[in-house]
DNA sequence: TCGAAAAACTGATATATATCATATTTTAAA
DNA sequence: TTTAAAATATGATATATATCAGTTTTTCGA
């Protein structure tokens, strides 16, 4: 069992605020657990009973529409900890996670993650603070789906994607997604996703390198992005 | 100067939290405003230095989208608190909050609130509970947004809005809203949103009571939400 | 390595919604 | 009260996107 004190992982997020002596009690009571490509971490309804740190791997976070349409609301990597809103508020999930990649995750108990929320001002400052900037983006996405066109969206996805995960050793943006996966994220149809990647393609402004995609004129990307 | 101890107002929000002697400390520092119907409370891009803790009256909160279109995020009343985000975050604000009625509001300057906020953890708390509440009501706007006609988003917003504004002694929905608030609400144009109302005026499922829109069929309104 | 299933792709068509134009009604200011 | 401006309404049309249908390519398990 590897030990909290001495992981980087809670570097990057409001682990960092606990104690010596409190990363140890969670050292205690975590498991670490493998999980494999396209499983499911937890599922909308689900009751958490804890939160899950990344330590590798990718996820994806989605919710189902009424019209039974997915939506993608979100990609976690290394790192960042999901099941926390669903803790704080004390309800069953409203999101479902699904593994993108092999993922390397811990579980912390409810109880634990409680217990440092009561004792623990910075932590619950910072777990706030995080809070806040989920709202924000959360904000801006409201307002990108509400207003924007779905080329305006796959356009600002992909610099999303770059920007976030960054590009692998041949410059394609190192993230796997498959196209539904896409189309899931910008909120289309499938189909449509397709099409309008065939186009960015044609047009010479990204490409495709076996599966994955490589933005070959960010400007021009940035310029769909912006409703040109 | 009114004062926050005998405020009924707080007891809708996270100042419910604070002692007496922190209330009697905010009392000291706060300021009351009238602001009229239509004035801007602030505007995205505003150093806010506090909160605004609404005791009477109605405010939008929107944001623009970079193609210029005005999108509105959450329609603000009595008891609830704006402001907070920015603040948490120590950011400018990323959203902008015009009155829809004339309103009462107290302004409670950000040092006092940051030193409650490190001061007393059941305060912190609460904050942290009411923005997981925010960050869930955000992620089932941003799958609304994405995944449901316009038509689907305007029935469900009337629902939305008879729920929460209640309705008046006519039986209308007891806010006024423009048309064009209505479709910067649900993202879409005015004329859309203006042509979808007076089709469901038509089918009486909805009628207009001067400036108001009265629910008649909330049956099928639901429906209508619902993809139908 | 084969074959079935899944994923990716393309075309045709339908439909929802935006846009532009213009008319009518309401509001508010002079 | 009159009048200009704003809000509401309606029609015509263009366009983006969904949907349905079918093909090709890729993946993966037996």
Redesign the pocket.
Same mark, same amino acid.
């Given at each position: 069992m590897s030990k909290c004190e001495q992981c980087i992982v809670r570097k990057f997020n409001s682990l960092k605020e606990l104690t010596k002596d409190e990363l140890i009690r969670i050292t205690a009571c975590k498991t670490s657990r493998i999980i494999k490509k396209g499983d499911v971490i937890f599922k909308e309804g689900d009751h958490l009973n804890g939160i899950f740190c990344i330590k590798e791997g990718i996820c994806k976070v989605s919710k189902m529409s009424e019209?039974g349409?997915n939506q993608i609301i979100n990609l976690i990597h290394r790192g960042n900890i999901i099941g926390e809103r669903s803790l704080i508020s004390d309800e069953i999930s409203n999101l479902t996670a699904v593994a993108l990649s092999d993922m390397d995750v811990c579980f912390i108990p409810k109880e634990e993650i409680i217990k440092d929320l009561e004792k623990n001002p910075g932590f619950t400052l910072d777990v706030l603070k995080t809070m806040a900037t989920s709202l924000k983006t959360a904000d801006n996405l409201i307002v990108n789906m509400a207003q924007? $066109?779905?080329?305006? *969206?796959l356009a600002e996805t992909l610099l999303h994607l770059e920007g976030k995960f960054k590009t692998n050793n041949k410059g394609a943006i190192d993230i796997h &997604? $498959?196209? +539904?996966? @896409?189309?899931n994220i910008i !909120?289309? =149809?499938? +189909? $449509? =996703? @397709? *099409? &309008?990647? $065939?186009e960015l393609?044609k047009k010479k402004i990204i490409t495709?390198m !076996?599966?994955d995609i490589a933005i070959l004129d960010k400007q021009e990307l940035e310029k769909i992005a912006q409703g040109f």
């Open positions: 019209n349409r924007k $066109s779905v080329k305006q *969206r &997604l $498959s196209r +539904e996966d @896409i189309a !909120g289309t =149809a499938t +189909e $449509s =996703a @397709i *099409r &309008l990647l $065939s393609k495709f !076996g599966k």
